[in-house]
């Protein structure tokens, strides 16, 4: 596969990638029942355990899940926009700003997650993380050369 074939291949792959997380964002807006059904099911191996937390408990997990999945959403926007400009021109300050922003999130997220004993969020990370990793990866050499439109 030539250069620009394969760096178009990548960028399409991180664009449709990106575009799961910020749907999976908005759904944790928009769908706030389902989505608590899914991390329960995730984290307690039972769709309806969160669903039997307190009242003022599940009001605050459905608040949470809003806050992170419209903050997920806008960050989705913000790599969107380096990925159209930035990335997309082979500009080294856009393959950074995309592996910092993963990096800053995947880290402390991952972390957090199994010092609290959340490991499966830990697993839906990671999967995640390697979803931008590869192309990332792969798209390296391409941001060592000349920025070339693309």
Request: net charge positive; glycine share 8%; with cysteine.
């Amino acid at each position: 596969m030539s250069t620009q074939k394969s760096f178009s291949f990548w960028w399409n792959w991180l664009v449709c990638v990106n575009v799961i997380v910020m749907l999976f964002g908005l759904s944790m807006v928009l769908l706030p029942s389902f989505m608590r059904q899914f991390f329960s099911l995730a984290l307690y191996v039972t769709p309806l355990k969160i669903d039997t937390f307190d009242g003022p408990a599940i009001a605050y997990v459905t608040l949470v899940h809003g806050v992170l999945g419209a903050t997920m959403f806008g960050w989705g926007m913000a790599l969107m926009s380096i990925l159209f400009d930035s990335f997309r021109q082979g500009k080294m300050a856009g393959w950074l700003g995309i592996t910092f922003s993963i990096t800053a999130w995947f880290i402390p997220d991952t972390l957090f997650s199994l010092w609290t004993g959340f490991w499966q969020n830990a697993g839906l990370n990671a999967i995640f993380a390697l979803l931008f990793v590869v192309p990332l990866a792969a798209t390296y050499r391409a941001f060592r050369s000349e920025p070339v439109n693309r």
